[in-house]
């Protein structure tokens, strides 16, 4: 009767780490997600070695939990996020998925091919510069309640130009692996469907529930509403990924679209507790998959350092150039809640390994860089986020 | 970027199959439990194909959500029950488990030495008949709103001795395959180390608790609690399948000695939401298991039929009998409470079939009937429930 006893165990240590870790970045006035994956990082193969690589492998348990944790993260940040407030924000937001998309593509491809890489194979090594993984930003700006600010607007709409321009950029480079060359007409109809998925669902989806969402009502089971807004952000976080979007895409649409119904208030505080249980699984596995001996071989941890010097680099100049309408601070803090690579450049990396144009090496450098990007952020954008407003923040 | 495509969708198709049974059976005025696990039939082998028997073994992703679930539901459960209300029925709850595991042991003894098997087989058989699954009934009992009735205070007491007796049971079953002879003093060492367990932690815990629990609150983060009892809760479940014992039994303590704190009604609010999304993994994925194919089989299902009379009479007299202290209605309810062999009859048969003491037959025979137990107990339960006490119905 005690078959679940191992996978218990490995659930019990994520989620104690997760919460001892976090415990200790607050108290050193650290945002709780930062403590989370540096608990990963102490629990997995760098230190202590209770989780190892096998387990959080793709499809396995704790994957699936951890994607379920960021899925609701963002379902929850959709729910803190009216479309009226993105429309504003939108010209900016645009700019800076273009230019935070671009910049990094530009730097990442002469880097590599700078180290000796041919054009093909730089280029595919440069799409692992660019997509900004937004879960780690998100829980940020949830952690420090600034989710109504203009700057967190603009991240947000970002992030989903982010995914589709990455989207986007995979698919070419990995076309001109094959020597096939680029079919223009096949990628305009995959903008043109993760487009359409988008604004259908998004302005229509809005549409509907702002005109009537009594019917979510059921006054003899408070959790009705709660189970219908859960069904539509697992089917459309399901969805999104048929468009080749990443699944927080769909599940932040969601979240959105619950964000109009009458019944947000309380769906805000329901998922509370499920991001509670669920978000420590990311943070802490995605803390888990860095592997420190890594750093021992010097010149692997130097081209790891040049690496996440680009990275960081290229994201913030492309966020800031993009919101340099904003004030000059805010612009900032747009480019470095742009900066995480997180869990999605570990999946472009492992793409690249297993058709065999990245060397094990990259490969390592790459997924290091991810989660590199995704360690430092947290720290600068609470610092930037917490400091006072001073004379010299001027609009520009 | 769309690597968790498949398992979203899986997991879409098992949340929403959920939703659908359940609003369906309440609309036929039957527990919205029956629904899922109808759900999980229709979605399962029997009848759509969508989630297959490799989706939901042990250990897959489906698999460990389902655990999790029903830990969470114990554990929702054990917030809802003082240590000092089971106190109160202790002694009843000690007959109830004794008796409903003595008579299912040696109706199914005999059933199984009946139809040819040899005793040490049989008695192996006839341990699949024992074990309750807590689960069902707990969630037929919570939906509606019956947990603090005394029949639900003697059926969690029972489902708790029930699972000690049934863990020893199988352990000397197990060693008598092996023509070895019991191990006295091994199996009292198991005994009181689960006694130990549970007392130690359930008393100590609950104490403590009573004592002080201000410790839990942080005002600065109003999940903080619920953070500190779900790690609780996941340890003890953990620390109970050391003992033996099932997980939800550790869960359902640490459910128990939260229940004691001061933070009790909002934890109990918390787990709403938690129970929404997880639970209905456990229900659909039972009803998964189900596969109807081999009912068409006009020999197996015959068997089949008796096989589950007999699991079904045998726990409702021992449940009865035990129970008839209290009103004739409340032994009735008790005794039906008990008939769910769900998942751990599962467990026992899967055990049988691997030590190669079960024959396919008998292994698919005891995995229908224990499922079959699960399916008919809500509609009876909830029956017997609703009905109005009349006046035949005066205490014994």
């Known amino acids: 009767m005690h078959h679940a006893s191992d996978i218990l165990l490995t659930l019990f240590i994520v989620f104690i ?9 607050q108290r050193l006035k650290l945002p709780g997600v930062v403590g989370e994956i540096a608990a990963g990082c102490v629990v997995g193969p760098s230190v202590l070695g209770w989780i190892t690589p096998e387990q959080v492998a793709t499809g396995t348990p704790l994957d699936v939990l951890a994607e379920i944790g960021v899925v609701l993260l963002l379902f929850s940040v959709g729910l803190e996020t009216r479309l009226e407030d993105l429309k504003k924000v939108g010209k900016v937001a645009f700019l800076v998925g273009v230019l935070g998309v671009l910049v990094p593509f530009g730097m990442g491809g002469l880097w590599a091919h700078g180290n000796g890489f041919d ?23 949830q952690e420090l309640g600034a989710l109504q600010r203009t700057e967190s607007k603009v991240i947000l709409g970002a992030a989903v130009i982010d995914d589709i321009l990455a989207m986007l950029l995979l698919g070419v480079v990995v076309s001109l692996q094959g020597g096939e060359g680029v079919d223009l007409i096949h990628l305009l109809a995959v903008l043109g469907g993760a487009i359409g998925f988008i604004a259908v669902i998004g302005l229509g989806g809005a549409r509907v529930m702002r005109w009537n969402s009594r019917w979510l009502d059921k006054p003899q089971n408070p959790n009705s509403a709660l189970a219908i ?20 895409i769909g599940a932040f649409l969601a979240g959105m679209i619950a964000s109009e119904t009458r019944q947000q208030h309380t769906l805000e505080k329901q998922t509370q507790p499920l991001l509670a249980l669920l978000t420590p699984f990311f943070f802490v ?14 010149e692997a941890s130097m081209m790891l350092l040049v690496v996440t010097l680009i990275a960081i680099a290229s994201k913030l100049i492309g966020g800031y150039l993009g919101a340099l309408s904003l004030r000059s601070r805010s612009a900032i803090i747009v480019g470095f809640g742009m900066v995480p690579r997180g869990e999605v450049g570990v999946v472009i990396a492992s793409l690249g390994l297993s058709a065999g144009v990245f060397t094990n090496q990259i490969y390592a450098i790459i997924v290091a860089m991810s989660l590199l990007t995704a360690m430092v952020t947290p720290p600068v954008l609470a610092w930037l986020l917490r400091r006072p407003v001073t004379s010299t923040d001027t609009p520009s």
Do not use: P
């Open 119 to 141: 054009w093909s194979r730089s280029l595919f090594i440069a799409a692992a510069f660019v997509a900004t993984s937004a879960g780690i930003t998100a829980r940020v700006l």
């Open 229 to 248: 807004v859960l069904a539509l952000c697992l089917g459309l976080a399901y969805v999104s990924t048929l468009f080749g979007l990443a699944a927080i």
């Open 17 to 25: 780490a997760a919460q001892i870790g976090s415990e200790i970045a």
């Open 285 to 298: 596995i995605t803390g888990s998959k860095i592997d420190l001996h890594l750093l021992a071989d010097f």
